[in-house]
Nanobody
Framework: QVQLVESGGGLVQAGGSLRLSCAASGRTFSSVGMGWFRQAPGKEREFVASINWSGGNTYYADSVQGRFTVSRDNAKNTVYLQMNSLKPEDTAVYYC???????????????????WGQGTQVTVSA
């Protein structure tokens, strides 16, 4: 069982940066892959980025490639999403999620995620 709590959201101007954190409880954190997703009002939830259990493999949606960076600190049971060059279209509630199976070598949008946080709001003003 993994419990997830996101933080770090807020209001930022276009071109600015934010760093989201996702703190996990449970001794299995270091063995599971992690993903970031977002959902804007009136839209479906979409994949943003992911990182495998060791941090050695990451994957990004085309819309954020080159602007966002996902990382993790297994000693702190935390995964991060550094967001730079933010755009108004990045406005959404951002969620972190943990994979259902441990030791997944490559985490992609279709990888089953079993645990979800409550989300943190990111608003980018023009």
């Amino acid at each position: 069982q993994v419990q997830l709590v996101e933080s770090g959201g807020g209001l930022v101007q276009a071109g600015g940066s934010l760093r989201l954190s996702c703190a996990a409880s449970g001794r299995t954190f270091s063995s599971v892959g992690m993903g970031w997703f977002r959902q804007a009002p009136g839209k479906e939830r979409e994949f943003v980025a992911s990182i495998n259990w060791s941090g050695g493999n990451t994957y990004y949606a085309d819309s954020v490639q080159g602007r966002f960076t996902v990382s993790r600190d297994n000693a702190k049971n935390t995964v991060y999403l550094q967001m730079n060059s933010l755009k108004p279209e990045d406005t959404a509630v951002y969620y972190c999620a943990a994979t259902r199976l441990p030791y997944t070598a490559v985490v992609v949008p279709t990888t089953p995620f079993a645990y979800w946080g409550q989300g943190t709001q990111v608003t980018v003003s023009a």
